[in-house]
């Protein structure tokens, strides 16, 4: 069986995704920040009708069209709107591809039979698509080289055996070539595909290398050329519709748990967790509310995790009555099953620190609970990275084998002037006498990082105890002779 492709284009995506919820007849244009200036991304076909074109900037676009209305552009959303498409592409083949940000590739071979001939199919495609408000443009092709070149410089369908007389008058660019390429073709006269094909192939070769001999035979069908289907989308979700609206605390819980074991069995099925859950609650005003738990750990356990929505609950805003519940978990992480151990206590524990982190962290939020790792330096301010602790694992002591103190901070000038502590300093406003004194430990910079503070070369550290009672760390810069104070013992 020939194999058959369907390209389609949306030249103008961005703008029609927009303009199916806010229509206007007026000119307008989504806008990009490229090379430190706003520019028009995309246009609607009033913007386009009035002179305006991708790519101009957009204060040059407002004096010629005053009347012009913008959005910024969100790729996000239209990435997303994107993969809507490709779902709804389903209807037509089981096999469907992205072709980069604005296209579909559908590999329709077995299923044109549906329809009574190849243009009805795009035909139906055209239909549906206009009635979506969205602009398109496809071509049908034993090939998806020649199915892209008749969707952006052609239209309609491609019959087996007809590549060549189809593609010929084309222009080069149809050939999905970079710019450069196209202008040195056509300085060379070679302006359609015709062209290149009576044009000796080692002469191409010569010239232009692999790259455009290799768009040429998969435009032919001489090299093959697959369609990266989309992978399907995992959802973990669940929802739950009530007959009689509800809003009693005990009523909301019940319903959770129902939705939590779901979903937690899915996540275990496929040996996944969640770290985020969402939670919408559809109001009979039509008004939505949401309540959002992120965990400290990726967990599937609905025991464990619905204590941990008991807050967010009793402060629930029901209004006259909640009539739907809906619940997804997001951040889905790998959680593999595990062997089950007797007298893992430490296991347990990391759970519970976990689960500790996330009760504080839907007070206060995750990332302001954060936790001290051992950096991979000697220099006592560099020994230390501060993170997350929802987001990193413990990593052990310190590797730092000589003591250091608890309390760490900013070196404080202190008198003396002698290679060994001071018999007697003040600091902070107080006077010291030293009781005991240990040291020296040389400590020199990192001559591969420019840090100010350690300017003034070398440092030897000592552990002093005063007979008042305070066990300080101090050092003394012998480049730079003088005595500080940079941190204090427990």
């Known amino acids: 069986m020939p194999r058959r492709i369907v390209s389609l284009w ?3 995506m961005a703008s029609d995704r927009i303009l199916r919820s806010h229509p206007t007849s007026a000119p307008f244009a989504v806008t990009s920040h490229e090379k430190s200036t706003e520019r028009l991304y995309c246009l609607n076909s009033r913007a386009m009708q009035l002179g305006l074109a991708s790519g101009m900037g957009l204060s040059d676009a407002k004096a010629l069209c005053p009347d012009l209305l913008t959005r910024s552009a969100d790729r996000y959303a239209d990435d997303r709107f994107l993969k809507l498409l490709a779902r709804w592409a389903d209807r037509y083949c089981p096999w ?42 496809s071509g049908l092709a034993g090939t998806i080289g020649g199915a892209w070149a008749v969707s952006h410089f052609g239209r309609g369908v491609v019959p087996n055996g007809q590549l060549k007389a189809a593609l010929g008058p084309l222009p080069a660019a149809a050939l999905r070539l970079d710019e450069a390429t196209c202008a040195t073709l056509q300085r060379l ?24 001999m290799r768009r040429i035979d998969q435009a032919f069908g001489d090299q093959p050329e697959q369609i990266n289907a989309m992978a399907p989308d995992t959802s973990y979700a669940a929802r739950l519709n009530f007959p009689d609206p509800i809003g009693l605390y005990d009523d909301v819980m019940a319903a959770l748990e129902r939705l939590l ?23 009979v005003d039509q008004a939505s509310v949401q309540v959002e738990l992120r965990l400290a750990r990726p967990m599937r356990e609905g025991t464990s995790i619905l204590p941990l929505f008991e807050r967010s609950v009793r402060e629930l805003d029901a209004g006259f009555g909640i ?35 996330t009760r504080l962290g839907s007070r206060i939020g995750l990332e302001k ?21 929802a987001y990193c694992e413990p990593e052990g002591q310190w590797k730092e084998q000589n003591l250091r103190p608890l309390q760490l901070f900013s070196p404080e000038l202190v008198e003396g002037h002698e290679k060994k502590p001071p018999n007697v300093f003040s600091w902070r406003r107080m006077r010291f006498s030293v009781a005991a004194a240990t040291g020296p430990e040389r ?21 002093v105890e005063t007979e008042q009672g305070r066990r300080l760390w101090m050092f003394f810069t012998p480049l730079n002779p003088a005595w500080f104070v940079q941190g204090e013992f427990a």
């Not at 609970?369 to 602790?389: C, G, L, M, T, Y």
């Open 443 to 463: 400590i020199c910079p990192e001559w591969w990082l420019d840090d100010p503070n350690w300017r003034s070369g070398v440092r030897d550290y000592w552990r």
């Open 10 to 12: 949306f030249p103008r």
């Open 189 to 212: 006269g070679l302006r359609t595909i015709g062209d290149l094909l009576v044009t000796p192939r080692a002469t191409l070769g010569r010239r232009f290398g692999l790259p455009l």
């Open 369 to 389: 609970i954060k936790r001290f790792q051992p950096a991979d330096s000697h220099i006592p301010e560099r020994s230390f990275i501060v993170s997350p602790a």
């Open 261 to 283: 074991q779901r979903i937690c069995d899915k996540l275990k099925s496929q040996e996944m967790g969640t770290r985020v859950l969402l939670m919408t609650c559809q109001r």
């Open 96 to 137: 469907v591809g992205f072709d980069g940000n604005d296209g579909l590739l559908l590999d329709v071979t077995g299923s044109t039979h549906f329809f009574s001939s190849e243009a009805e199919l795009l035909a139906d495609i055209h239909d549906r698509l206009q009635s979506y408000q969205l602009n398109v443009r």
């Open 323 to 357: 009539d739907q519940i809906r619940l997804e978990a997001l951040a889905i992480e790998a959680l593999p099953l595990k062997q089950l151990e007797t007298g893992n206590a430490q296991s347990k524990k990391n759970d519970v620190l976990s689960d500790l982190i």
